[in-house]
């Protein structure tokens, strides 16, 4: 079977679970034996990324607007890249190469199942442009899946909201890599930042509501005086830091800055 996988971003920094779904989902797939291809934009794309998905064929378009992800594209070759497909794998929602994809599959009346990954809700920045989209096109992307594929059991609801039917929706959580965790070496990790030889809670994405730190680090703070563990949050800054950092003053903890997030320390 030939398999599409398509993904806005492999960016393995500022891709967040998409990029690391489509990564390890495209990797396996070619590992098992299957003919797949993965179709991104060039955005984070490292030598070291595509070596670790050998066997798998990486069709990396240039991107010349990178706020909106918005690729140079060939529509001949989009509908060659589509038509050699047997199914396509859509990750994500927000995205202009998804909008691509289906269009040229529709077309062609192409199989194609869809993994928003917790993205259908409207939040944060752009709410208009993502309301625009979804009156466009985007609702049809979502109903028009021959399969819906959901991470959490809380995004069957989401689904239900854009019209797909219950039954047309299959659960499938993030997986752990093995081979990753293979070799425990943090003491490097700990030097840099000065952190103790004691266990440590790590919270690691980026540091927007969405993904609820504030949540953690309250629950942290009513709980420090009963637990030996330190709190470090590894990730970007999308607009949190400042009142974590506040937070943590307000609670009498330690503040450090922690690729580009912050640890609080009892």
């Known amino acids: 079977m030939k398999i599409l996988n398509v993904i806005a971003s492999l960016d393995p920094v500022h891709g967040g679970g998409t990029a690391e779904r489509s990564f390890q989902m495209s990797r396996f797939l070619a590992r098992s034996g299957e003919d797949c291809t993965l179709l991104t934009l060039d955005l984070g794309l490292t030598q070291e990324r595509i070596h670790a998905m050998a066997g798998v064929k990486i069709v990396a378009l240039p991107c010349w607007c990178k706020r909106f992800g918005l690729p140079v594209f060939s529509l001949t070759d989009m509908n060659r890249i589509v ?45 208009f442009i993502k309301m625009l989209y979804n009156l466009i096109v985007g609702r049809k992307i979502i109903r028009n899946a021959d399969r819906c594929i959901a991470i959490t059991p809380n995004e069957f609801s989401c689904f239900e909201r854009y019209g797909v039917q219950k039954d047309s929706i299959s659960l499938i959580p993030n997986g752990i890599c093995l081979e990753d965790y293979l070799v425990k070496d943090d003491i490097a990790f700990r030097r840099a930042y000065g952190l103790p030889d004691v266990p440590f809670i790590l919270f690691v994405g980026r540091l927007n509501p969405i993904k609820g730190p504030d949540m953690l680090l309250r629950a942290f703070c009513a709980h420090k005086d009963r637990i030996p563990h330190h709190l470090v949050f590894a990730g970007r800054d999308a607009g949190m830091l400042n009142d974590l950092e506040k937070m943590s003053e307000r609670k009498m903890l330690k503040v450090a800055c922690i690729l580009s997030g912050i640890s609080a320390e009892p």
């Not at 062609?108 to 809700?121: E, F, M, N």
Request: with cysteine; aromatic share 12%; net charge positive.
């Open 83 to 127: 038509a050699e497909s047997d199914i396509i794998h859509l990750m994500s929602h927000w995205t202009f190469l998804n909008v691509l994809v289906y269009c040229c599959a529709r077309r062609q009346k192409k199989p194609y199942v869809i993994c928003p990954a917790g993205s259908l809700p409207i939040y944060g920045r752009s709410k």
